[in-house]
């Protein structure tokens, strides 16, 4: 079975600083998708970031990075300068290849203050 | 470029009433369509899949059915609802060839 698990319930920042978010996941397959996903207090789900479990190199877009560590099974998003529009729930998620179903962590709430 | 529709934005429903909510895809065909739950301060669950017409994938059992009567189309429905069905209810569509799902606004059900 997939699982996901995000260990921070919240976490600060200050505006401009780089955060990280942790993400570790538990799966048996050999061919994976890890996401991450961004929602802000208007409830809509907004896609970040995806990392192929074969990709040899960390995905990047924009000021997202995902830090991805297989042999630890970790797939951190790293923020770099914070702005306070990235005030929100942040949720890792994976599926395997092949398969329908996005299994989602609980989430991790990010506040960032002037 | 892809537009996902849902409505209603809200709905306050009294329990054992029937609930309808729909889902309309725009600007792709035959996309997998998603209907997932998020309760209160907790992570997405998968309710139902759809890989076309007619071809429904149920993840969780309860009284919550799914249909999808046109290519671009994704209902979820209720004949009675339960005071546990409230949430904050998202469709999500993907192409089939990619791996990124697409969220639409979502509907925020409570239900006395």
């Known amino acids: 079975a997939q699982k996901i698990t995000q260990t921070q319930p919240g976490m600060f920042v200050q505006e401009k600083e780089a955060v990280t978010l942790d993400c570790t996941y538990d799966t048996s397959d050999p061919s994976y998708g890890l996401f991450w996903y961004k929602q802000p207090s208007s409830g809509e789900m907004i896609f970040l970031i995806y990392?192929?479990?074969?990709?040899?190199q960390n995905a990047t877009e924009g000021r997202y990075s995902l830090n991805f560590q297989k042999a630890r099974k970790s797939a951190n998003l790293v923020i770099s300068a914070s702005q306070l529009g990235d005030s929100a729930m942040y949720f890792c998620a994976m599926r395997s290849t092949g398969f329908q179903k996005l299994v989602f962590g609980t989430g991790t709430r990010l506040l960032v203050s002037p | 470029s892809q537009t996902i529709h849902q409505w209603p934005a809200t709905l306050v429903q009294p329990v054992g009433s029937p609930l309808s909510l729909e889902c309309t895809v725009e600007g792709t065909s035959n996309p997998n369509l998603y209907w997932y739950r998020q309760a209160a301060g907790r992570g997405l669950q998968l309710l139902f899949y759809s890989v076309g017409i007619g071809q429904i994938s149920s993840e969780v059992p309860q009284n919550l059915s799914a249909s999808r009567p046109q290519d671009r189309q994704f209902i979820l429905s209720s004949k009675k609802l339960l005071l546990s069905d409230s949430g904050f209810y998202l469709c999500a569509w993907e192409p089939g060839s990619y791996n990124e799902q697409f969220f639409g606004p979502g509907t925020r059900l409570t239900v006395l």
């Open positions: 990392q192929g479990s074969y990709d040899q």
